[in-house]
Nanobody, 116 residues
Framework: QVQLVESGGGLVQPGGSLRLSCAAS????????MGWYRQAPGKQRELVAT???????NYSDSVKGRFTISRDNAKNTVYLQMNSLKPEDTAVYYC??????????WGQGTQVTVSS
């Protein structure tokens, strides 16, 4: 079955950096649009960034210029490099693999906390 396993979350001070990784298995990774979403307490899940099979990227306005999404098809892994982190970036970050409406998969999430 399809599995998406996130790693790299943790506690970081404002202005710091983290790199999230999402290792995928059970799917043809290179054809999927991969994405990162996040959900803060009491808020709805929101888009952070996506990257298509053609390496086209899209970012939410709140992270543009600070976060970078990338993928390594040889390793079936998608990354999210997060720089200049702010307290408002605190959330559970979820990896997503989207092929079609019937082939839409989520990871279990990884906590990112930005606090001094």
């Amino acid at each position: 079955q399809v599995q998406l396993v996130e790693s790299g979350g943790g506690l970081v001070q404002p202005g710091g950096s983290l790199r999230l990784s999402c290792a995928a298995s059970g799917l043809i990774f290179k054809i999927y649009r991969m994405g990162w979403y996040r959900q803060a307490p009491g808020k709805q899940r929101e888009l952070v960034a996506t990257i298509t099979s053609a390496d086209t990227t899209n970012y939410s306005d709140s992270v543009k210029g600070r976060f970078t999404i990338s993928r390594d098809n040889a390793k079936n892994t998608v990354y999210l490099q997060m720089n200049s982190l702010k307290p408002e970036d605190t959330a559970v970050y979820y990896c997503n693999a989207f092929g079609t409406m019937a082939n839409n998969y989520w990871g279990q999430g990884t906590q990112v906390t930005v606090s001094s």
